[in-house]
Structure formats: C-alpha cells, structure tokens
C-alpha cells in the first residue's frame, strides 16, 4: 500500500506542472468567450483564443466537429464576449486547406509557445478558419 502511495504522488508530482503550463497556454493570454444555443436552446459557452487580421475577427474550430462550431452552423448568428464587451456576429467558415493554412499562421504568430503547446496536445490537424462578420441590426 505504502508503494502505491508514493507511485501515486510521483505521478501526481509529474502532472501538475503539465496541467498548470496547459491552463496557462490556454488561458493566460488573450481569450473570448464564444456563445452559441445548443439544439435544446440552452447556451454554450466555449473559450476560444481570438485574432484579428486587417479589422477581421478570426477563431478556430479545432475540428469540424468542435460543439460550437455545428452549433453555429446551423444557427449562424453568435456572439463573443471579447476585451469587456459582448458583440454579435455571424460566422463564416472558410474549410479546406488555405482556410487551415491561414487560422493556424495567425494563431501562431499571436500565440507562439502557447499555440505550440496546444498543438502537442491536440490534433488540429483538421482545423476550420471561421471569419466574423458583424450583426449591424
């Protein structure tokens, strides 16, 4: 029993600085909040690391399965809390390879080590660049 014990906190010993460094890669930097209604109409909030490039807003779902992401598509209005304000917009995927190629490019560039971190831990191999476009109303 005493054996186990300490096999338990090595190992407890080794993953805390891993889950502490992955918080902060995800969290420690700039981040949004991504609202979207769930089929039954409840709202999701999903963090999500924004970019903008020449006044665009940029986010990446990581896969095309990513909750958010189908929900968005089939309503495609969201909004996103972002820098202490909450704005609408509706999301305009651009799949495919030029699409993957560019999100990850600018995400990288934002991000650096965090962006690298994450990639280590996640396949975002199948990435979906999703431009904003602004509700006027």
């Known amino acids: 029993m ?3 014990m300490r096999v338990f906190l090595a190992i407890a010993v080794l993953l805390l600085p891993v889950g502490g460094v992955t918080w902060y890669a ?3 930097n700039d981040v949004a909040i991504v609202r979207t209604l769930e089929a039954d109409g409840s709202l999701r909030e999903t963090h999500v690391w924004p970019v903008e490039q020449n006044g665009v807003m940029w986010l990446e779902a990581a896969s095309p399965e990513s909750a958010w992401f189908l929900e968005a598509q089939r309503q495609p209005e969201i ?5 202490g304000a909450t704005t609408r917009y509706r999301i305009v995927p651009d799949p ?3 699409g993957h190629t560019k999100i990850r490019a600018l995400l990288r560039a934002k991000y650096g ?3 690298q971190w994450v990639a280590l831990l996640q396949d975002g191999s199948k990435s979906v660049a999703v431009r ?3 509700v006027v109303r």
């Open 96 to 98: 495919g390879a030029e």
């Open 26 to 28: 995800l969290e420690g």
């Open 113 to 115: 080590w965090a962006d």
């Open 132 to 134: 904003l476009e602004p």
């Open 2 to 4: 005493r054996k186990l």
């Open 79 to 83: 909004e996103l809390v972002h820098a």
